[in-house]
Nanobody, 123 residues
Framework: VQLQASGGGLVQAGGSLKLSCVYSGRSFSRSGMGWFRQPPGKERESVAGINWDGSRTRYSGTAQGRFTISRDNAKNTVYLQMNSLKPEDAAVYYC?????????????????WGQGTLVTVSS
């Protein structure tokens, strides 16, 4: 399994950004997927998780209400729509896949990780 995240960039505070993550390999449609982030100088944080068919999602407290995770199984892609961005959202964002189909934001539950995409938020 390979994961390729994209869509990061520089955005002003209050703006929006949509990240994408393409999954290469078998069984995407049976895999739970997640987004995580690592701010500069800090440990990795949970952001959002989604189950195999998109019917169940989980969000961290900081993401709830501003971010939306979704997936398109026909395109083997998971998305993270981020709205009302704040400077503290700046981080490298990683997508991850798990061999189980349920949604979780527990990073220890994920088996495969992408390389990350950088999000910078200017104040």
């Amino acid at each position: 399994v390979q994961l390729q995240a994209s869509g990061g960039g520089l955005v002003q505070a209050g703006g929006s950004l949509k990240l994408s993550c393409v999954y290469s390999g078998r069984s995407f449609s049976r895999s739970g997927m997640g987004w995580f982030r690592q701010p500069p100088g800090k440990e990795r944080e949970s952001v959002a998780g989604i189950n195999w068919d998109g019917s169940r999602t989980r969000y961290s407290g900081t993401a709830q209400g501003r971010f939306t995770i979704s997936r398109d199984n026909a395109k083997n892609t998971v998305y993270l729509q981020m709205n009302s961005l704040k400077p503290e959202d700046a981080a490298v964002y990683y997508c991850a896949a798990r061999i189980y189909s349920t949604a979780t934001i527990d990073n220890t539950a994920y088996d495969y990780w992408g390389q990350g995409t950088l999000v910078t938020v200017s104040s």
